[in-house]
């Protein structure tokens, strides 16, 4: 169990409880105006069709919905995917406080991800044809990506049942999912896997439509490398907020000591990234003076940003450097993608697309909806660890 | 108009002088002059001289001659009998043989440097032109003795202008235009198959009115008449720019008036004013376009008689209009301030919302190393 | 297998990512090649140096696929289409340099363009559409679009190296529009229309093969040779035009570039700048789908995977749920 000693921890069981108090905060209801905002643009859309709202167009096809709610959105929201290889797979249970909340997150992520699918997709009502054996495409990466992140979210919302289960108190039922949950838990690893490194891998088949310094064959490596890594510094992020928002210590030990993984991450991710674009000798794309090649070095930044400040052991204990890592290494990923898929998109020339006020108003919308439901159902359901282990499993 | 109008010009024109200024004014107009030019062409037709003109008829078919019988405004008898003087004309003249031919040789010596030569058909050159001959001289040396001695040398039809019709490969006769034999004065031509009337008359009576000839093309042709492309000014051009086209004769988009391009229209490399001032005086349409055929290019050399007429011509003087779109088109909508304006501003509150909480989790650090420090002091 | 696979997945944590990046290597080395042209192939052969500019295919294009006109002047009484769109199938685009006094000539000339479905051998569309919608015929090779399954994703018309097919963005029942080369006017007996009505015989319309041969004809010719070009259908009734050959580009676009298209170019002036990039002749379907097919070729990587992490799973579980009854306090440590 090399890189993880064995640190002073929470009990690994009966440590969540639901945080409790008022639904009702100028925070909540701010995130609920925005939300129906954003319901009230995406029903202006099913009415008057994609252009009415929003800027796409046929050079940019795909704008920020996608890009930012499905591929960036999803990557954000593998933090439960990040802590469920971390504690079920590699056995590593002094985290397993952590998985929910970070469930939680990637539950509500994954599923506004598929309504931005849902309403970005001009066809919806032909939605069938994915899951129709008839119809099925292997070829197709997007078919692959769209049957595994359905499937995932499922599997996410069954992963997510102990915390409701728990909470109206079914024990028998409890129990018996915990026999089967380990091959749900197969499933919650290998489907990300699966759809995280596809979402790298559609861009392969854009061949030169995407800028040479991301267009590569390992795309999908170096998807998958990143939604891991944005998982646990989503964790980190995830963490630190509720301490801030609900007013509950921080968990800086476990985060410290998880941090280590994120380090490891970041040195794999960042050799494959320039070694790949040295190894295509396309570092002088990099070195030109364009939008692209900032966004470029923006991205090498924000990754070695993390790496440098967690490098030494000492500076992971230390909240304030351990958080502001986490936002880079986020903020570093999510440019990753924004770059491959729109900033890089780039072979076509004489097209524009920037997000108009209501795509961006119904993006915040969505991301409002996301927090307001972690918001909500963890002050519900027992989500976040008990404080200082002196919780018990509801109804125990 | 200030002109001298007596009961004897009334008399000799056959008109009032109201219909005469009119003829005049529209004579001017089809020249693209003004309303004072027509007032000197009032005045020069009226002098009581009336200039002689010689017309040679050569290897033709008479059609111009037909052409011009047909001139409405005025007929061609006017213009022959009462505005010019025509002292020789195979087709209308009532003279023949050795009588004629001595009655063209004395006016030619009256009137030498004066007269009006007008030709009429092609002249052949092979084995020494033997192939028209007029009261034993050949065409070619008639020509050279009749231009020696005149004042201005229209050749009118396409046969005169660079051979025409019996120039068309092979060639048998060897037969070229007037501006080939022709070298030592300029060659007015009216090319066309027949040319249109009014070109020849408008040319004439500019003639006597400034005492020189109108201004000339390259190929001699008067710039009024042959400096447009039919294409350019041809009623179906509208289908063209849409891409509607006539694919056979009487379907249904040639009875619709489409354009007739792909049945082998010339106009697109015919310089002519057909389309302009039409044919016959019979009204709109009455041009060979007009009525639904191709043009087939009759006052262009190497176009008319040479291409088959279904074939396709060659778009002469295209240039690139607007309406195309460039390879490259700026579409799409890039960033308003508007839309920039809300993402900073989610940016910002994001920004500040992070240092909130970095703000926050600085204290509580501060606060826990302050208890940990006094912990240790204790 | 399940240690490797154990070993592989601590691995992806630990410093897997060259371990699986050692995975794909020989992947992104082998795997499917082009896919072949097909003998019966139908296409198009455009021929810029014939072309007048006449848009005869573009309005015969919107008659027989029933097209609104598209206005983007502001004027709305001329159908001006800039682009390919949800309202128009093809254009005539032109390229013009300084004085645009010469056609077919790069400089300070102007030349046609016509910008349509390319049809290609290993189309991109095809390989990428999730539900099957974008379909080749195995027969004619034409790519059309299925309605009825299309989920409207626009993954096609991110994907066409060449941004052919295009999307309906202002209706709330958009579809996906493309050239289908008037497969449905061929049941009748009839073959493209825009190829039907060309004048010159710019577009022409044939067997792709026969098209090749055609194209590579033109290009044996020496400028200003008068020869015969057919029109409409090769080998079809109508009649041959008579014209000057002009000083072509000695390039045929489309014979390779990205595994061949059956729609073809010739032109007097470089492609690039008529639009049409250089592209590598391997398609970039054959390289997403060597990629892809990689990894999930017979489905041996994640059925392993997955019983891999199910054991890994069921081990963690067995030591947890011991714990958990047994309400042991200490905490998860080293396993054994």
Known sequence: ?396 | MSITWGRESAARLGMSRREFLGFCTAMAASMGLSAVAGEAMAEAILAPRRPAVIWLALQECTGCTESMLRAEHPTLEKLILEIISLDYNEALMAGAGHQAEAARRASMAANHGKYVLVLEGAIPEKDGGIYCKIGGQTAKAMVLEAAAGAAAVIAIGSCASWGGMPSTPPNPTGCVGAPSIIKDKPVVTIPGCPPNPYNFLSTVVHFLTFGKLPELDHLGRPKFAYSRLIHENCERRAHFDNGRFAMEFGDAGHRAGYCLYRLGCKGPETYANCPSILFGDVGSGSWPVGTGHPCIGCTEQHVGFEKPIHALAALAGQTPPATYPRIVEEQGQGATLASAGVLVAVAAAAAGGGGMVMHNIGKREAESERDTRREEGK | MTSTRREFLRDTLVGGGSALAAGLLPAIASGRDNLPRIPTARGLLYDSTLCIGCKACMAACKQANDLPPEHTLAEPYWDTPLDLSGKTKTVIKMYRDGTAAVKDREVDGFAFIKASCMHCVDPSCVSVCPVSAMRKDPGSGIVTNNPDVCIGCRYCVAACPFKVPRFEYDTPFPRIKKCELCEHRMAKGHYAACAAVCPTGATLYGQVEDLLREAKRRLSLSPGEETRFPRGELGGADHDVRAHTARYVPQIYGESEMGGTQMIFLAGVPFAKLGYRPLPTRSYASVSETLQHSLYEGMVMPIAALAGLSFLAYRSRVNHTLLDEEDQPEPAGEQP
């Open chain 1, 1 to 396: 169990m090399t890189p993880f000693s064995s640190p002073r921890v929470l009990r690994p069981s009966g440590e969540h409880s639901p945080v409790g108090g008022r639904l009702l905060t100028p925070v909540t209801a701010v995130l609920g105006l925005l939300g129906l905002v954003s319901l009230f643009i995406l029903a202006v859309r099913l009415v008057y069709g994609l252009g009415a709202v929003t800027n796409i167009n046929d050079g940019y096809t795909w704008g920020t919905w996608i890009v930012l709610d499905v591929m960036v959105g999803t990557a954000f929201a593998c933090g439960g995917y990040a802590m469920t290889v971390l504690v079920y797979i590699n056995n590593n249970w002094e985290y397993h406080p952590l998985v929910r909340p970070a469930l939680l997150t990637s539950v509500f992520g994954y599923t506004l991800g598929g309504v931005a699918i849902f309403v970005d997709v001009g066809r919806y009502w032909n939605g069938w044809a994915v899951f129709h054996p008839a119809y099925a495409q292997p070829n197709s990466v997007m078919w692959e990506v769209a049957l595994c992140i359905t499937l995932y979210v499922g599997v996410m919302w069954l992963e997510f049942t102990p915390a409701i289960l728990e909470k109206a108190g079914k024990i028998i039922w409890l129990r018996r999912t915990r026999k089967i949950m380990f091959i749900l838990l197969a499933f919650a690893v290998l489907l990300p896997s699966m759809h995280q490194s596809g979402l790298g891998m559609v861009l392969v088949a854009f061949g030169d439509h995407i800028h040479p310094l991301w267009q590569t064959n390992y795309l999908p490596l170096l998807f998958l490398l990143t939604a891991i890594a944005m998982g646990f510094a989503v964790v980190v992020f995830e963490s630190y907020l509720t301490s801030h928002g609900f007013r509950r210590p921080m968990e800086t030990p476990l985060l410290a000591n998880m941090s280590q993984v994120m380090v490891t991450l970041l040195v794999i991710f960042l050799c494959v990234r320039l070694g790949d674009v040295a190894a295509r000798h396309q570092f002088h794309r990099a070195l030109e003076l364009n939008l692209q090649a900032f966004c470029f070095w923006c991205e090498v930044i924000l990754f070695l940003a993390p790496l440098l400040m967690l490098m030494k052991p000492a500076n992971r204990n230390r909240p304030r450097l351990l958080f502001y890592a986490a936002l880079c290494l986020l903020q570093g990923g999510a440019l990753y993608r924004l770059d491959a898929y729109l900033i890089g998109y780039e072979q076509v020339p004489g097209w524009h697309y920037f997000p108009s006020v209501p795509e961006i108003l119904a993006t915040l919308g969505l991301v409002s909806l996301e927090v307001l439901g972690f918001i909500v159902l963890s002050k519900v359901l027992p989500v976040l660890p008990a404080p200082h282990g002196v919780a018990h499993v509801n109804g125990r």
